[in-house]
């Protein structure tokens, strides 16, 4: 787990999880329309742009100074941007008759919900505290939107973060989309 090390280097006293996979409205019978469907929204100009952009950047993931780069360019608003054109917003112009790409934005949505509910409570209870928030980069703009909204969160920039993090621990590659780092304060 890259959480925990970079947190205790970070002086963070503890590491919660704060995800749930739990969620999804799609009956066992509709998995493969469903995964059809999906596949069919991915096919599109913004999708194609990310992929490319992800391999270019993900060459040569292993040397730190290659990682950070990626990390630093896909906190970006401008990719942020390009994650809602190619996933979230071709989801919500998905046609199929069960509207699964609706769907999809809907399981979607609540799971950043119950992240962002999850960040909270875990602060709520140590008013002035930080937190360091690892999510993978699809979630950074809905996490940062919620967030945002709550009283006494302010959320501050990767940036010092990733460098203060290369100095403490390696940075290691992640499935698909690696990860995206957002650091909260309640003040």
Same mark, same amino acid.
């Given at each position: 787990?890259?959480?925990? @090390? ?9 590491? /919660? ?38 391999? %270019? ?5 292993? =040397? @730190? ?12 608003? %401008?990719?942020?941007?390009? $994650? ?26 609540? *799971? ?6 999850? /960040? ?9 505290? *930080?937190?360091? $928030? /690892? #999510? ?21 920039? #990767? ?6 993090? *290369? =100095? /403490?621990? @390696? ?15 309640? @003040?």
């Amino acid at each position: 787990m890259d959480a925990a @090390p970079l947190a205790a280097a970070l002086g963070h006293e503890r590491v /919660i999880s704060m995800d749930d996979h739990s969620i999804s409205d799609v009956p066992l019978t509709q998995l493969d329309g469903y995964g059809k469907a999906l596949a069919k929204a991915w096919e599109n100009p913004a999708f194609a742009k990310r992929l490319k952009e992800y391999e %270019s950047l993900s060459a040569d993931i292993d =040397k @730190p100074e290659k990682a950070l780069t990626l990390y630093r360019t896909i906190n970006q608003p %401008s990719s942020i941007r390009l $994650v809602y054109e190619s996933d979230f917003g071709a989801m919500l112009d998905e046609l199929s008759p069960q509207q699964f790409g609706r769907l999809n934005v809907a399981t979607w949505e609540r *799971r950043n919900l119950r992240m962002a509910s999850n /960040i909270r409570e875990a602060m709520g209870n140590h008013p002035g505290s *930080r937190a360091l $928030v /690892i #999510v993978g980069y699809s979630h950074k703009g809905y996490l940062e939107a919620y967030l945002n909204q709550i009283h006494g969160v302010r959320i501050v920039p #990767v940036g010092p973060v990733l460098e203060q993090s *290369r =100095k /403490i621990a @390696p940075v290691r590659s992640h499935s698909y989309f690696p990860l995206a780092q957002s650091q909260t304060h309640c @003040p």
